[in-house]
């Protein structure tokens, strides 16, 4: 499978965690994974951020000449030859691509290749594609016939933050909200997905666009009912935001609902956005034990803001790698985790503004009470 480009090493991690178990192998790219899937796991990958198309038995070779590659192709596709229906060859690149290769001219060769063995070729209107993905950090070429039409378009575009009816300039883009969601949920199958202070709902937008159970709570009632708003705006009027306390939440969550969750996420209120009488760590702390008390066998997303620092795309952050955190020293952070029934595992950065990032702070287990 191929990954997007904006956070590969977190669309890694996205994977892992929507195919728990499964033998994921990587590949010099960040950007390229394979593994086996099966039908009922299409879901799944429908709801990903991160992936950007599955290759059906497609294949990885390293890029020696456009003739080795062609014969390559032509013994594949004499393997997996296409269908009765109407196709088409679409070729894209990761980075520049490969030196010296024209994908237009690359797909156009391979394309002839088809014709020549009978397939109906429709530019137009084809009901399968054959992929070419031309990766220009591990000059590698990756092919093979293309789960659905393609490479995915990038559907958050169509619901930035900022187009809802209620936005607040600290909301997550949908694209991250969707990642920490899957992150946090695992699997469509495994549970439904507590928001605890939604703000103005994007975590809860992406659970309920996915198709999960959600509840998402918030102190107030402005909130609550710009969150509404925005869920409407995006095409559904799923009841899911209820006003609530974070620190309560066993006391806040309907009893028709889930009282139990797969995953958490968290985004914290901070700086001139935080309200009430608590400071940020006693109110992390209280919110962290109360989650605890509604997870049985989950894990926790948790996004903080953090100074800037060089982005790292390709990896989980190493412990010197960690920019400062805006409210916490990272070893207060981690013992505050442990205090509260969590264990921290690992850490992305991500990119706000010059001056601002954000860290996505995956806790993986709930370390078991005394």
Not at 30 to 49: G, T, V
Request: with cysteine; net charge negative.
């Amino acid at each position: 499978m191929a990954l997007r480009g904006w956070h590969p090493a977190l669309a890694q991690a996205e994977v892992r965690a929507l195919f728990p178990g499964r033998n994921i192998q990587p590949f010099a790219s960040p950007r390229l994974m394979q593994l086996q899937l099966n039908e009922e796991d299409l879901p799944n990958i429908a709801i990903s951020s991160g992936v950007e198309a599955i290759f059906n038995n497609g294949e990885n070779h390293p890029f020696n000449d456009v003739e080795s590659i062609r014969s390559i192709i032509k013994s594949h596709l004499e393997l997996n030859p296409p269908n009765d229906e109407a196709c088409a060859v679409v070729a894209w690149k990761h980075g520049r691509g490969i030196e010296g290769v024209s994908r237009s001219a690359f797909a156009g060769r391979i394309g002839g290749l088809l014709s020549s063995m009978g397939a109906n070729i429709d530019l137009e209107h084809p009901k399968q594609r054959f992929g070419i993905l031309l990766d220009q950090h591990s000059n590698s070429v990756t092919f093979g016939w293309l789960q659905g039409m393609g490479p995915k378009g990038d559907e958050s575009v169509e619901r930035r933050a900022s187009q809802r009816p209620f936005f607040k300039p600290v909301s997550l883009e949908p694209r991250l909200a969707r990642l920490a969601v899957n992150l946090a949920s695992g699997p469509l199958q495994k549970g439904a997905t507590l928001d605890p202070m939604t703000g103005t709902g994007g975590f809860a937008i992406e659970a309920v666009l996915s198709g999960r159970d959600v509840v998402a709570l918030d102190l107030d009632a402005e909130m609550i009912e710009g969150a509404k708003k925005n869920l409407e705006w995006s095409g559904t009027t799923t009841d899911v935001f209820f006003q609530g306390d974070a620190t309560a939440i066993s006391e806040s969550i309907p009893t028709n609902g889930p009282q139990s969750f797969s995953g958490v996420v968290l985004d914290p209120p901070y700086g001139r956005n935080s309200q009430g009488s608590l400071d940020h760590e006693e109110l992390l702390k209280q919110t962290l034990l109360s989650c605890s008390k509604v997870v049985k066998d989950g894990s926790l997303v948790l996004i903080l803001p953090s100074e800037a620092r060089e982005l790292c795309l390709e990896r989980a952050l190493t412990a010197e790698e960690r920019p400062q955190l805006i409210h916490f020293q990272w070893s207060e952070l981690e013992r505050l985790l442990l205090d509260c029934n969590w264990k921290y595992e690992d850490a992305w950065y991500v990119f706000v503004h010059g001056s601002l990032g954000r860290v996505v702070i995956y806790v993986s287990s709930i370390v078991p009470q005394d």
